[in-house]
């Protein structure tokens, strides 16, 4: 059973940081891509960033892109989201989600097979 458990979300204020841990099991990650969404209340869930599990590339969204870096580590199979300048904007349920690599990198959210529960992230101005 494949699971991807999230945590290191919280309450910050404007300029923090946060690090997003997920947690993945359940079957080998290696020909996988791994991402991170956000959904704030009332609007849609959206792309933040991803990597591919075994060769590390990685792509961002521009809303992030130079605040935010996502990050692996096999030995422990755990996706990181190390989140630095944060804005409120930033604020909202952090979900970590993977798909198989042949879809590619750059792929919505719908075609991602596998999702956490999600990680509350708010940023206080």
């Known amino acids: 059973q494949v699971q991807l458990v999230e945590s290191g979300g919280g309450l910050v204020q404007a300029g923090g940081s946060l690090r997003l841990s997920c947690a993945a099991s359940?079957?080998?990650?290696?020909?996988?891509?791994m991402g991170w969404f956000r959904q704030a209340p009332g609007k849609e869930r959206e792309f933040v960033a991803a990597?591919?599990?075994?060769?590390?590339?990685?792509y961002y969204a521009d809303s992030v892109k130079g605040r935010f870096t996502i990050s692996r580590d096999n030995a422990k199979n755990t996706v990181y989201l190390q989140m630095n300048s944060l804005k409120p904007e930033d604020t909202g349920v952090y979900y970590c989600?993977?798909?198989?690599?042949?879809?590619?990198?750059?792929?919505?959210?719908?075609?991602?097979?596998?999702w956490g529960q999600g990680t509350q992230v708010t940023v206080s101005s």
């Open positions: 359940g079957r080998t990650f290696s020909t996988y891509v």
């Open positions: 989600a993977a798909t198989p690599i042949v879809r590619g990198l750059k792929v919505p959210s719908g075609r991602y097979d596998y």
């Open positions: 990597i591919v599990w075994s060769g590390g590339s990685t």
